[in-house]
């Protein structure tokens, strides 16, 4: 033993630096900022927390449904403040006014309520869905007005002072509306996702069943949110997010697939950037578990946690010093961030992440790595670190979803086993015959070489064969137009045909020694 720990266990560290040091000085700023958020759970709710929702004025408390309440906690102090119970059933869309002074809430009876947060009254009560009404919103920029959608895909628009019935209803959708929000640049407009692939844009001005915009997601909508400027929409549905530009009439500007599971929720985020400007971020969270954090101005995901749990919902509060997360097994995870001179990060910033000297106690992380800057002595034994493993570019291009290049630098390497398996991959995450159409000539004259060269090896041939069809269907105008690709599967047939004499002939020699052999058998 020596004084500072236990002999033979010297690790090759940088003198000065611990370990938790070298990590945080290889985090970018933004990483830091989301890491100097204290997590904690909050347990107990029987049932999945479906909606967040924080109030758009301070003391910025946050509400969240779950089961049949609706429950409102202080942001600051982490702690309950009212529980609404009056639903007969599931609550669902918990929303605060402008002001904060109303919160709506829908329910799986079709019922809409509006309550005082601080009484728990229920002031209104209104009913126009016959199935569960889901989405929930009061306007922005209007205190007297709101809008509900519900499973029975009727969109209402009502005046909250007079509820018996809704000033405008339209038959939005042909299946479940799951989805809704209102546009930061006007009262009057609201889009909606439904399960039927799209997402719509109504102006309540027009009176008609037709939406001013009209957009395909391709998978059942889940959420939909507008960014800061109203001229962009987010889109969830399916592990796929899309951010739309409505000013120029539903273009597509991005697809985002970095989540492996269905994108359940998403908000607005701000960070502090260079030059005590602020930034913003698109928060999502999926039933994968994971929170990413979506940079919408250079469409790139900046940051990503795990979470224990799938998750169902997101919030963030206005102030930048809360974020909510519920999850599927009725978990709330609560992050506060660090604020003042305690605040990790900006004592990175003060120090510039030097090493500042503490008194080791057993509570200190450093405490248990003691010992680790020690030279060997004679008799130690050196435990090196192991050699880290040097990934194909192929496997990093899967690790970052780009799955087209992936099959693309597979194929130009023109290792067989290597490409097989990178088919495989995409096989199991249903990727493979959606790369084939987005590859050009050059890339598809790669495929087809490959498939005439292998596709009757019997080690390949059961799995390549069937692909072979499948690429000939979806490729078929642009092989009819090219000399060369038709070169390729002229080369493809001919082994093919080779293949099915070869085999021809064993069975016919396999028809003349059968006989032979049961008689030598006799």
């Not at 970018?28 to 958020?37: A, L, N, Q, V």
Request: aromatic share 8%; glycine share 6%; hydrophobic share 35%.
């Amino acid at each position: 033993m020596t004084a500072d720990g236990p002999v033979g266990k010297v690790f090759p560290v940088k003198l000065g630096v611990s370990p938790q040091s070298a990590r945080r000085n290889s985090l970018t700023p933004e990483s830091r900022f989301w890491r100097s958020f204290k997590s904690e759970q909050i347990s107990g709710h029987v049932s999945s927390i479906t909606s967040i929702d924080f109030s758009p004025l301070p003391p910025h408390d946050f509400a969240f449904s779950s089961s049949a309440t609706v429950s409102v906690y202080d942001s600051k102090l982490c702690s309950s403040k009212a529980t609404i119970t009056s639903f007969t059933d599931i609550a669902y869309s918990p929303s605060f006014r402008s002001d904060g002074r109303l919160l709506a809430a829908g329910s799986h009876s079709g019922v809409v309520q509006v309550f005082d947060p601080q009484t728990r009254v229920a002031l209104r009560r209104m009913q126009a869905h016959t199935r569960p009404a889901r989405v929930v919103r009061f306007p922005r920029l209007d205190k007297l007005h709101l809008f509900s959608a519900a499973d029975d895909a009727l969109l209402n628009y009502w005046d909250v002072a007079c509820p018996d019935t809704p000033l405008l209803t339209i038959r939005a959708h042909k299946d479940y509306i799951r989805a809704g929000c209102p546009s930061p640049a006007s009262s009057e407009l609201f889009a909606t996702g439904s399960y039927d692939h799209l997402v719509s844009l109504w102006d309540v001005r027009n009176s008609t069943s037709t939406p001013i915009l009209s957009l395909n997601h391709n998978k059942p909508v889940e959420f939909v949110l507008f960014l800061p400027s109203g001229g962009l929409i987010a889109s969830a549905g399916g592990n796929v997010v899309k951010i739309w530009d409505v000013i120029s009439g539903g273009k597509l500007l991005h697809t985002m697939e970095s989540h492996n599971k269905t994108v359940t929720s998403m908000c607005l985020a701000k960070i502090p950037g260079p030059d005590a400007s602020e930034q913003h971020r698109l928060l999502t969270v999926s039933l994968d578990g994971y929170l990413k954090v979506f940079d919408f101005s250079s469409f790139k995901v900046t940051h990503s946690m795990r979470f224990p749990a799938p998750l169902l919902s997101i919030g963030y509060s206005p102030t930048c010093t809360t974020r909510v997360i519920g999850s599927s097994n009725g978990i709330l995870f609560l992050g506060k961030r660090k604020q003042g001179k305690d605040s990790r990060m900006d004592v990175d910033e003060k120090l510039g992440a030097e090493k500042v000297k503490r008194v080791l106690r057993p509570s200190n992380y450093r405490y248990f790595h003691r010992g680790q800057s020690e030279k060997p002595s004679e008799g130690d034994v050196i435990l090196k670190r192991p050699r880290k493993v040097k990934l194909a570019e192929h496997d990093k291009l899967l690790r970052k979803f780009r799955h087209k290049d992936a099959l693309v630098s597979a194929l130009s390497d023109h290792n067989p086993q290597n490409i097989v398996a990178v088919m495989e991959e995409l096989v199991a995450r249903k990727k493979l015959l959606k790369s084939v159409p987005n590859l050009d000539n050059n890339e598809l004259g790669l495929l087809l070489g490959f498939l005439h060269r292998y596709s009757t090896i019997p080690r390949y041939a059961n799995f390549l064969m069937g692909f072979a069809r499948k690429v000939l269907v979806l490729r078929a105008k642009d092989i009819s137009e090219s000399n060369e690709l038709q070169k390729h599967i002229r080369n493809l047939k001919r082994v093919v045909m080779e293949e099915i004499k070869i085999q021809t002939s064993l069975q016919e020699i396999q028809g003349i020694i059968s006989p032979l052999l049961k008689i030598a058998g006799r």
